[in-house]
């Protein structure tokens, strides 16, 4: 009997404790003293800038190193590249260099900025830009871009810095440029950069860092910034995200003032929260592409992937996979408007295949493709013609633009299937080229080059089962080939816009890959506390709050009053 | 002692079995992602040795024979090395889960015992009362509100009360001006982010207590002893409590463990709808970065964790029943 | 151990077979009288009869539910995100499809998979379960031990570091995932009930005249079985549709067919409650509770065969 007692009054302890958390919990809750996000945030100093667009993983890991790969989104605020590159129409703005010569088409030659310090008071130099790129060559695996397979040597010559080539290589300039530059008094005596941990940032940017919690941290202006003078926002807040569709909730609910988030139906969720204030704006970013593995029958005949081009309906993946936020996606690789200076005149209708069955089904059968008795499409030995598309787990919008693809290519008899692997065995699948059909993420660059030599490049289409990380539709073509070499050699835009135009009518011909609709970069702005912001009338930035944009765009904004 | 030495004989079975389930699930599946993944590693930046070793040794790439690949991965283990995460490098995994770890332990602990206890004594009320309004109206309410998905309830919580109603915060664990700290703004504020998180575990779990406890004690109110003691004219009530829920108790004890079990999987995905910043939330974000060492290792922690519990509440069954403390009932 | 929340009926169940003093008093008669006996028991019971009338609209939504849908599950032309409506009962989706189609669909598949992976996951529980209880020995301890630790892992966190290795996710990868990290639980059941019935008078009777032990499963043990078989049946179907849910939920799942648990997903994904959507959310989450109850409340009256105190007077 004892025993039961003691057991009867340690469950009673603990519903006691139980009833007790019950009290606490709702007695937090009462209105009385309603704490909630929203009301702290309005609470706040006007001067705040409040970003949804860091998630953490889930939560925030206290590294502002920017050759960390899972760093802060806010080290892009602390660091500075030497000249900001508008990627929507490849305009270049000086930033820590002043401006840029070629001697040649093998040397460039950078003056460097004077006057700017870094955050920690230290003068910053035309030494520490050699630094860095010296630094990356020493560590080959920060050197992402891959700027020391063409570069030679980088030099200090004064306040100037002169790069070297192996061989002519002009459009790598869009990569040295947006190379963020680090100090060279710190970083010399670290030996293992991907790994260091970095709490306390020394760059040149605008913006160090204040407070930091796992769940927010805050940026606040760095006073001795080389143009203080144009940043008038002087804090930055980083919140944690949550998973989308709480944050789509967060932005809704205008906690945010500027986020970058795929939100459904933007105008009615966001837009008339706060019809004011509250604006988008979604230019594209990159081209969403359907590849076709060009080393597998039926996908190396040409007909057959214009048929195709024809057959799917763009339109309607802009619309409802995308919600009708992107824009169709020109076969020539560009994003339009902004890249609309190199577009090849001579193609028709910008470049987009128009939807058009009746054509698709009609270029098939010139090709000599039959179909059978039950209306499938047949290969040229008789068989049914079938094929597997490739997406990534969890990737929503893609995965139902792939569906509607599915039933678009039914309509010519063709059965697709949708796989939705995991993005480490799709991105396996791509590299190795273990792959019927698969989408494929390309474009976007300041320099339509970068993109065409990524995508056409025969160099890096490997075949079938050996690694490439570029090229994976493994298109291979001599005449391509010699026009991104002529481009390389180019220093006049005149010169590589002819390049351009040529490489764009093979693309339209010979479709390497179907270009889908232009992956949109999504951002939401509120315009209550600053205005200023980027907009398609006004195209000074990408509207993103990660990458190098926000160091233009913080420059920009101003006090509403 | 037997009985305590065979319940750990078993915990110890139990852990060894997590640990190698998790050392084999990667190398049966076809495909194996690991050298995707190691590639990725690559990308960010060289791993230390030692930490490549402990990747290597749980994602299965095939290095040695497999005795000694699972030597090396046993060892690992023991040492607590069980290598970086992705999503999260450079930190440890470890490091990253024993961040995580008590928001999990804390609030599904807490509210597990309490739908328990609450639920038990709803079950003996239900049952004494059978057949009465409150009995038939609460299994099937109860039998309702545990048949909903964790994560619909979430959902429909942040919809109706933080969206709508903006009575709680739409999601994570705390504000985020405040800095951990143990001081009353802080603990009000994760104590109010809680609530919904807790609402849901309750209302979703507490079905599966009461039913349970209801029928065991069902069953027991037909024993004869208490045909003897309501004969002897002792107050209902005493009958009740005294006899009858006591010993329906036990059986439900041993079940609370294996209970536990459910109550943590519906949790995982609980945190997932409220970015809750425990081990539930890690796990789905661990998913969507393909963070397989993170994954694999928060598995292997949560289920330590109830095999814990389950070890305790075995203990708390032992103390209260002398049969199952001799091996009588299993 | 099933991964969810509603093993709670089965529960009771363990709880019962711990007890198995209790299913002494189980008088074992003639085995076609108990049957239809059972059957009456069974429907005798309020809750039961409930739960049979809603399995029996869900199970007739699942066959008939494509022939009665409004629409052709394909048609992704409508207007996108619409409220509800009378051309669309539960407002279109995202991508322009209607709501209330893709959930007469997904009946079809969602049961699919709840009764598939609970019969595949009865049948290894049963196969298990059998082979202890009948046997004994070492091959009890062996297999007592298998199921015991199985029990006791998490069983949706297993699920989901297997399904996130498994390269490609088919409903057939996914029903495999739940029923082999759920068999356990119907096991340990069933080869308890196994161990009482093989103790009988009339199974020891068969077994000393030389029977093939499989003659005897069959003829004597297992229709005196029934009534703890589709109890756990249910428990299992119960909760391989929550768990298919759960894998859905969190992207393991393969969002590419039509079922409950996908439409959850894409109306989370499609931001539905945000859009004012909550008829896309709540009527496949309310479809799986009222099947999830409908298993359960049938479960009552099946306790009730099994053990005639839980029998409603």
Redesign the interface.
């Given at each position: 009997m004892k025993?039961?007692q003691v057991?009867?009054s340690v469950?009673a302890t603990?519903?006691f404790a139980?009833l007790a958390?019950?009290i606490?919990?709702?007695g937090?809750?009462n209105p009385g003293?309603?704490?909630?996000?929203?009301a702290?945030v309005a609470s706040n100093l006007n001067s705040t800038l409040v970003v949804g667009v860091d998630n953490g993983?889930?939560?925030f890991?206290d590294n502002f190193n920017p050759?960390?790969?899972?760093n802060r989104t806010g080290t892009s605020y602390i660091y500075e590249p030497l000249f900001f590159v508008n990627n929507l129409n490849g305009k270049v703005t000086p930033w820590l260099a002043t401006s840029y010569a070629w001697q040649g088409n093998k040397k460039l030659v950078v003056t460097i900025r004077k006057g700017v310090k870094w955050n920690d008071g230290q003068p910053f130099s035309a030494k520490d830009v050699a630094f860095t790129f010296n630094y990356l060559r020493k560590n080959p695996?920060?050197d992402?871009q891959g700027l020391w397979q063409v570069l030679s040597r980088v030099t200090v010559n004064g306040n100037k810095v002169e790069f070297t080539f192996k061989s002519s290589n002009v459009p790598t300039f869009y990569a040295i440029a947006s190379t963020l530059i680090v100090p060279e008094h710190v970083w010399a005596s670290i030996s293992?950069?991907?790994?260091?941990?970095i709490t306390d940032p020394i760059g040149t940017g605008p913006y160090i860092v204040g407070?930091f919690?796992?769940?927010?941290y805050t940026l606040k202006k760095n006073p001795t910034y080389w143009q203080a003078n144009k940043v008038k926002v002087n804090n930055v807040e980083f919140?944690?995200?949550?998973?989308?569709?709480?944050a789509?909730?967060?932005l809704?609910?205008g906690q945010w003032d500027w986020a970058t988030l795929f939100?459904?139906?933007v105008q009615?969720?966001y837009v008339a929260q706060d019809p004011a204030n509250n604006k988008y704006w979604f230019p594209g970013g990159g081209i969403a592409s359907l590849a076709l593995n060009l080393k597998k029958v039926p996908f190396n005949n040409i007909a057959f992937r214009q048929a195709l081009a024809y057959a799917i309906n763009k339109q309607?993946i802009a619309q409802?996979?995308e919600?009708g936020y992107v824009s169709v996606g020109s076969q020539a690789g560009l994003i339009l408007p902004g890249q609309k200076q190199w577009l090849n005149p001579a193609l028709p209708n910008h470049g987009i295949y128009l939807y058009n069955l009746a054509k698709a089904k009609q270029i098939l059968s010139k090709a000599g493709y039959k179909t059978n008795s039950q209306g499938k499409l047949l290969d040229k030995s008789g068989k049914p013609i079938s094929f597997t598309i490739q997406v990534p787990?969890?990737w929503?919008d893609t995965?139902?633009t792939m569906?509607?693809i599915q039933?678009d290519l039914s309509k010519l008899g063709i059965d697709v299937q949708?796989?939705?692997?995991?993005?480490?065995?799709y991105?396996?699948n791509m590299n190795t080229g273990q792959f019927e059909a698969s989408l494929m993420f390309y474009g976007g660059t300041a320099s339509p080059y970068t993109s065409y030599n990524t995508l056409l490049n025969s160099e890096y289409a490997t075949p079938i089962g050996q690694n490439t990380t570029t090229n994976q539709e493994r298109f291979s073509n001599s005449r391509v080939d010699q026009l991104l070499n002529n481009w390389r050699q180019a220093t006049s835009q005149v010169a590589q816009r002819k390049d351009a135009y040529q490489i764009e009518a093979v693309m339209y011909n010979q479709i390497p890959v179907i270009s889908l609709d232009q992956a949109a970069t999504w951002s939401e702005y509120s315009t209550k506390k600053f205005i200023g912001w980027p907009s398609a009338s006004n195209p000074y930035a990408s509207p993103s709050p990660w990458g190098q944009s926000p160091l233009m765009i913080l420059t920009h904004l101003v006090p509403r009053s | 002692m037997r009985f305590i030495l065979r319940k750990f004989g078993f915990l110890v079975l139990t852990v060894w079995v997590a640990i190698t389930l998790n050392f084999i699930i990667p190398r049966l599946m076809p495909?194996n992602?690991a050298?995707?993944?190691m590639?990725?590693y690559?990308?960010?930046?060289?791993?230390?040795p030692q930490q490549e070793r402990a990747l290597e040794l749980m994602l299965g790439l095939p290095t040695g024979s497999l005795w000694q690949q699972y030597w090396g991965y046993i060892n690992n283990i023991i040492h607590g090395n069980f290598g970086v995460s992705y999503?999260?490098?450079?930190?440890s995994v470890l490091s990253?889960i024993l961040?995580?770890m008590p928001w999990t332990l804390i609030l599904v602990g807490?509210v597990t015992?309490?739908q328990f206890?609450?639920g038990t004594?709803l079950g003996v009320y239900a049952a004494w009362h059978r057949g009465k309004k409150f009995d038939s109206s609460a299994t099937v309410l109860f039998s309702f509100t545990s048949a909903f998905p964790y994560f619909w309830i979430a959902?429909a919580l942040?919809?109706l009360l933080?969206?709508i109603a903006?009575?709680?915060?739409?999601?994570?664990?705390?504000?985020?001006?405040?800095?951990?700290a143990f001081n009353l703004p802080f603990i009000?504020?994760v104590?109010?982010h809680?609530?919904l998180p807790?609402i849901t575990i309750f209302i979703t779990g507490i079905g599966g207590s009461l039913l349970g406890m209801r029928n065991n004690m069902i069953n027991t109110l037909g024993e004869d002893y208490i045909f003897l003691a309501r004969a002897e004219g002792l107050k209902s009530k005493t009958v009740a409590i005294r006899y009858a829920a006591?010993n329906a108790m036990l059986p439900i004890v041993t079940n609370f463990a294996m209970s536990l079990g459910l109550v943590v999987g519906g949790s995982l995905l609980m945190e997932?709808?409220?970015?809750y910043?425990g081990m539930g939330?890690?796990m789905?974000?661990a998913i969507?970065?393909?963070?397989?060492p993170l994954l694999q290792t928060l598995f292997l922690f949560i289920t330590i964790s109830v095999l814990l519990a389950n070890f305790a509440a075995d203990m708390?069954s032992g103390?209260?029943d002398p049969r199952v403390r001799k091996g009588a009932a299993r | 151990m099933m991964a969810n929340q509603i093993q709670k009926p089965v529960s009771s169940k363990r709880a019962q077979a711990n007890t198995l003093s209790l299913l002494n008093q189980i008088v074992l008669s003639g085995k076609a009288m108990r049957r239809q006996s059972a059957v009456r028991t069974v429907w005798a019971n309020h809750k039961a009869r409930i739960g049979i009338v809603i399995l029996g609209i869900f199970i007739l939504v699942a066959i008939i539910g494509p022939s009665i849908s409004p629409y052709s599950l394909?048609n992704?032309g409508f207007t996108?995100?619409q409220p509800p409506s009378l051309a669309h009962w539960l407002g279109t989706t995202?991508?322009?499809q209607d709501v209330f189609t893709q959930l007469l669909y997904g009946a079809r598949i969602s049961m699919l998979v709840g009764f598939i992976a609970g019969a595949i996951t009865i049948a290894i529980a049963l196969i298990v379960g059998f082979l202890a209880g009948y046997f004994s020995g070492w091959i009890d301890d062996v297999l007592s031990l298998l199921m015991n630790v199985m029990l006791v892992l998490p069983g949706l966190p297993l699920m989901i570091v297997i399904a996130?290795y498994i390269?490609?996710?088919g409903i057939w990868e996914i029903i495999l995932v739940m029923s082999l990290t759920g068999w356990a639980f119907g096991g340990r059941t069933l080869r308890a009930q196994m161990l009482t019935l093989s103790r009988q008078d009339y199974v020891v009777a068969a077994r000393f005249a030389g029977e093939n032990p499989i003659t005897i499963i069959f003829r004597e043990i297992l229709p005196n079985m029934l009534s703890y078989i589709i109890a756990n049946f249910f428990g299992a179907v119960t909760g391989a549709i929550l768990a298919e849910a759960g894998l859905e939920f969190l992207?393991?799942g393969?969002?590419?067919i039509t079922s409950w648990g996908t439409m959850i997903y894409?109306a989370?994904?499609?931001?539905a409650?945000?859009?004012g959507q909550w008829a896309w959310v709540l009527a496949p989450g309310l479809c799986i509770a009222l099947l999830a109850t409908s298993l359960t409340l049938i479960n009552f009256g099946i306790d009730a065969i099994a053990n005639p105190r839980l029998q409603e007077d």
């Open positions: 025993r039961y057991v009867g469950i603990l519903g139980g958390t019950v606490t919990t709702f937090a809750a003293q309603k704490i909630s996000d929203g702290r993983s889930p939560t890991t050759y960390a790969p899972s695996s920060l992402s293992n950069p991907a790994t260091k941990v407070n919690t796992p769940e927010q919140p944690v995200l949550g998973n989308n569709q709480t789509a909730l967060k809704s609910s939100i459904p139906n009615k969720t309607q409802q996979a919600d787990a969890g929503s995965i139902q569906q509607i039933s949708v796989t939705t692997p995991q993005y480490a065995s991105s396996q | 495909g992602p050298e995707a993944m590639a990725k690559a990308q960010q930046g060289p791993v230390p999503s999260f490098f450079p930190e990253v961040q995580a807490i015992i309490l206890i609450v004594l959902l942040i919809y933080a969206f903006h009575w709680f915060p739409i999601s994570g664990g705390y504000s985020g001006s405040l800095s951990p009000e504020s104590v109010y809680s609530i807790a006591r997932t709808v409220f970015a910043p939330y890690l789905s974000t969507s970065n393909q963070d397989y708390v103390i209260l | 394909t992704t996108v995100s995202q991508s322009g996130s390269p490609s996710h992207g393991l393969n969002p590419s894409w989370q994904n499609g931001d409650l945000l859009n």
